[in-house]
């Protein structure tokens, strides 16, 4: 079975500064699929990066950047010079392939960034 | 707008209804997913559409909840006799081959 958990329930800080959202996940498979997604107080789900499990190299993009480590099976989300417009829920999530073409994803709780002016 | 549609976005409904819950997914994505969300939790699979092929259903959809998506376009959830439990966030997502899934805004379903 599949397990994603994000330790840091809320997270608050003030504008400007940067903030590293946790992920620390659990599969067997040895292909894997992990992704963040971001939930606006709109309520839908945004999808902002996926990562293979072949692929550890980290990436950038704008403001925010992720750390995929599989020794410690951790994939982190750094936003760097936070805003008040990056407050929402922040999910992490993993999928692995079933069924031929079944990429259900299984998510973390979330975590809730506050940014403050 | 292009994107994944929920109709109704919001839902009150009084214990022992029935309710439907309607996703139109983008127009080329030809998987569709069903997820649950509830307050302070992370969404939870349901069930899983091929085109119109139903693959997979999850242990939470009790024999209360139907999914179907007839000529794999549109698809609809409903709930039979509803229960308090029930109340939840109910997410749709479709994707294209590539394995990013992009979800509606979701249909808010209050029990009373």
């Known amino acids: 079975a599949q397990k994603v958990t994000q330790a840091q329930t809320e997270i608050s800080v003030v504008e400007k500064e940067d903030v590293t959202l946790d992920c620390v996940y659990e599969?067997?498979?040895?292909?894997?699929?992990l992704f963040w997604y971001k939930q606006p107080p709109s309520g839908e789900l945004v999808f902002l990066i996926r990562?293979?499990?072949?692929?550890?190299q980290n990436e950038i993009s704008g403001r925010y950047s992720w750390n995929f480590q599989k020794s410690t099976s951790s994939f982190n989300f750094t936003i760097t010079a936070s805003q008040v417009v990056d407050s929402a829920v922040y999910f992490c999530?993993?999928?692995?392939?079933?069924?031929?073409?079944?990429?259900?994803?299984?998510f973390g709780k979330g975590t809730l960034l506050t940014v403050n002016p | 707008d292009t994107g994944v549609s929920q109709d109704p976005r919001h839902k009150i409904t009084k214990r022992g209804q029935n309710v439907t819950f309607r996703c139109d997914p983008i127009?080329?994505?030809?998987?569709l997913y069903w997820y649950r969300q509830t307050l302070g939790q992370g969404p939870e699979f349901l069930t899983y559409?091929?085109?119109?092929?139903?693959?997979?259903k999850s242990r939470l959809l009790s024999d209360r909840f139907s999914a179907e998506r007839p000529k794999g376009s549109f698809s609809t959830l409903e709930i039979q006799r509803t229960e308090q439990g029930d109340s939840a966030m109910y997410l749709c997502?479709?994707?294209?081959?590539?394995?990013?899934?992009?979800f509606g805004q979701g249909t808010r379903l209050t029990v009373v």
């Open positions: 990562r293979n499990s072949f692929d550890e």
């Open positions: 559409f091929q085109n119109e092929a139903q693959l997979e």
């Open positions: 599969t067997r498979d040895t292909t894997y699929y």
């Open positions: 999530a993993l999928s692995v392939l079933r069924g031929g073409s079944n990429y259900k994803l299984t």
């Open positions: 127009s080329e994505h030809n998987r």
């Open positions: 997502a479709s994707s294209p081959e590539l394995f990013e899934a992009f």
